[in-house]
């Protein structure tokens, strides 16, 4: 792929981020309460849009910024209102039409209404895949087929490029929440994880107009008004096969999975349902497979752990295997195994992105396999440093315990006696 035109690197751009988020700097942790696009769909392991501006505001204009998790585009979305031109890269289709349609730019949000109206206009003039899939065991059958029908009308063809061009990424996303709204998902404790109600009942209100009314109260959060140069490419792609130039970015801004087997798929699940049922790319359970952090094992093959991984990470691993508990042998050092195999190739990809003197700033969190910590933090600085990235933590906040996924499960409370969790910014450079 073509990478955007090179220009001249700042000086020492490590150490005015290690200077500034040596400071006072927003916490990263997402807040409840998001409000503007940052409401579209906030996800728990996110970081905040205040904690992106802060660090993006001290690169140089005409930088170029890469997210490798990108997710619902925090980074991209910031980096473009700040008129620095950005990669985001995810492998969640679903997150690559969020990151898209916040890039979109309406005149007003009576323009987006329009825009939808010329959508459903199109609804009798445009054939979508004969069935709705797997999206039938989540809404009523008559649901699915109007959901079908109004989607192919947005998209036009299941074989568009994805994510498509922001407006149709907008109208896209406003039909998905739409659909939401009038038979929403069943969803429990945990904010990862959602799954088809027992009864699917039939709605009590039109999907075309609860559209229209998504559309016009999306728009009216305020558009991402980005300079057309300045747009993020936004791509469906893997952090482990990054498709970005050596040398092709100046800083990385992201979170990666955190170490505590999130689904990270599950949580979008009815959302992948409803893009199959359109577009027919959309494989959600070989996407659950394919995440990094996910809880799958992707093959039975043996495990051995390589002599060139960081030292402290085959350390960790060599204590999880031999664990006396329940299946630590097991399925849990497979697990953590898969984990920091992708964590390795990742970090490999990112130092090859980076130019000389680029930067990479990681928001990452502690967690605990029993009573053994997993210093996320630390086992990147020496991921990062086998890949040729120096740094080290520059800052660290004390997280209580009701703010992380152990908090969910209620046979894992009495192991949080005593534990002491932090969330991190560790900055990486590339000399």
């Not at 619902?72 to 950005?86: E, H, K, N, V």
């Not at 006696?417 to 990486?428: A, F, I, K």
Request: proline share 7%; with cysteine; glycine share 8%.
């Amino acid at each position: 792929m073509t990478v955007l035109a090179r220009r001249t690197s700042p000086q020492r751009l490590f150490d005015q981020l290690r200077d500034r988020l040596g400071g006072l700097v927003p916490d990263p942790k997402r807040r409840a309460g998001a409000t503007g696009v940052d409401a579209w769909y906030p996800y728990y392991a996110g970081f905040s849009s205040d904690f992106a501006n802060a660090v993006l505001r001290e690169i140089p204009r005409g930088s170029i910024v890469l997210d490798p998790w990108n997710g619902s585009g925090t980074t991209t979305t910031a980096a473009a209102r700040l008129g620095l031109r950005s990669y985001g890269v995810d492998l969640n289709p679903f997150a690559s039409l969020i990151a898209q349609a916040k890039t979109v730019s309406f005149a007003s949000p009576a323009d987006a209404v329009e825009f939808g109206q010329r959508a459903l206009g199109c609804t009798s003039s445009v054939r979508g895949p004969s069935t709705a899939g797997d999206l039938s065991r989540w809404i009523s059958q008559s649901l699915a087929r109007r959901f079908v029908s109004l989607g192919a009308a947005i998209v036009e063809s299941e074989d568009v490029a994805w994510p498509p061009d922001p407006r149709r990424a907008f109208a896209m996303l406003a039909l998905v929440r739409a659909v939401r709204c009038v038979s929403p998902p069943k969803s429990g404790s945990n904010p990862t994880w959602f799954r088809p109600p027992r009864r699917r009942k039939q709605p009590s209100r039109d999907l075309a107009e609860e559209f229209l009314k998504v559309v016009h109260s999306l728009a009216a959060d305020g558009m991402l008004l980005a300079e057309p140069e300045n747009s993020p490419r936004i791509l469906v792609g893997d952090a482990r096969a990054l498709p970005i130039q050596n040398g092709g970015v100046d800083v990385v801004l992201t979170s990666p999975p955190y170490c505590t087997r999130i689904d990270y798929a599950a949580s979008t699940a009815f959302e992948l349902a409803c893009l199959a049922a359109v577009t027919s790319r959309s494989d959600a359970g070989s996407l659950r497979r394919e995440l990094m952090g996910t809880t799958m094992i992707r093959t039975r093959a043996p495990h051995p752990i390589p002599d060139n991984w960081a030292p402290s990470v085959r350390s960790l691993l060599e204590q999880i295997r031999s664990h006396g508990s329940y299946a630590s042998s097991g399925y849990y050092f497979k697990n953590f195994w898969q984990y920091f195999n992708d964590a390795h190739l990742a970090l490999g990809e990112i130092a090859r992105a980076l130019r000389r003197g680029g930067v990479a700033v990681l928001v990452l969190q502690t967690s605990f396999y029993k009573e053994l910590l997993i210093d996320l933090p630390a086992l990147y600085t020496e991921i990062g440093e086998a890949h040729g990235l120096h740094g080290g933590v520059v800052v660290k906040r004390n997280l209580p315990s009701s703010r992380v996924m152990a908090s969910l499960h209620p046979k894992a409370r009495r192991n949080r006696v005593g534990r002491h969790y932090e969330e991190s910014v560790l900055l990486l450079e590339k000399p």
